[in-house]
Every structure is written in structure tokens, then in C-alpha cells.
Nanobody
Framework: QVQLVESGGGLVQAGESLRLSCAAS????????TGWFRQAPGKEREFVSA????????YYADSVKGRFTISRDSTKNTVSLQMNSLKPEDTAVYYC???????????????????WGQGTQVTVSS
């Protein structure tokens, strides 16, 4: 069993930055790929970014490439998402998730992930 807790969301203005963190308990992030997804009201959950274990492979959605950076800190058992140059269209609930079966090739679709956090709200005003 893995429990995931996201933090770091909030209300910011366009152009500002936020750093989201995902903390794991129960099991560590060891040997698991981790992803970030987001869901805006009335829309489907969409892929944002993912990182392999131990972290050599990172994927980003085209919409966030060059603005967001995913990283993992094994000593703190966390995976973070640094979000810069935020836009109003980034407004959503952001979720982290863990995929158990393919640590070196992180998935970019939600149904392949096994455990999810409760989400953290990110709101970007124009």
C-alpha cells in the first residue's frame, strides 16, 4: 500500500511560480515511476509530467514543456514539480500517482497508475 500526499498548491497570478511536492508513506518511491496529472473542471484528467526510477527519464506534456520541471529527492522520499511562468490555463487540481510495474519507463496515461494522491488545487489568475 502506498499513500501519497500532494502539497504546494495555491492561488497565483499569471507568470508566477509554484512548487508542488508529493510525499509517499507506507512504501517509498523506491523503484516506482511517478507521474503528475491535472484535471480542470469539466475536463478529463490529463498527463503533465512523469519521472522514472531512479530519475533518468523525464516526460512532459507539450503544454508545460520548458516551464515545468519534475524531480525526485530519494533522501526525502518526495517527487516535486516546479512550475514556472504559470498561465491561467494551468488552473486545475494536480494529482501525483505511482506506477508499480514499469519503473524505468514512466507512463503518460492515468489508467496505468496504481496509487493516487488526493490532489492539490492550483489556480492561476490573469
Amino acid at each position: 500500500q502506498v499513500q501519497l500526499v500532494e502539497s504546494g498548491g495555491g492561488l497565483v497570478q499569471a507568470g508566477e511560480s509554484l512548487r508542488l511536492s508529493c510525499a509517499a508513506s507506507g512504501r517509498t518511491f523506491s523503484e516506482y515511476a511517478t507521474g503528475w496529472f491535472r484535471q480542470a473542471p469539466g475536463k478529463e484528467r490529463e498527463f503533465v509530467s512523469a519521472i522514472s526510477w531512479p530519475g533518468g527519464i523525464k516526460y512532459y506534456a507539450d503544454s508545460v514543456k520548458g516551464r515545468f520541471t519534475i524531480s525526485r529527492d530519494s533522501t526525502k522520499n518526495t517527487v516535486s514539480l516546479q512550475m514556472n511562468s504559470l498561465k491561467p490555463e494551468d488552473t486545475a487540481v494536480y494529482y501525483c500517482a505511482v506506477e508499480l510495474n514499469r519503473p524505468t519507463i514512466p507512463a503518460r496515461v492515468p489508467y496505468l497508475y496504481d496509487y493516487w494522491g488526493q490532489g492539490t488545487q492550483v489556480t492561476v489568475s490573469s
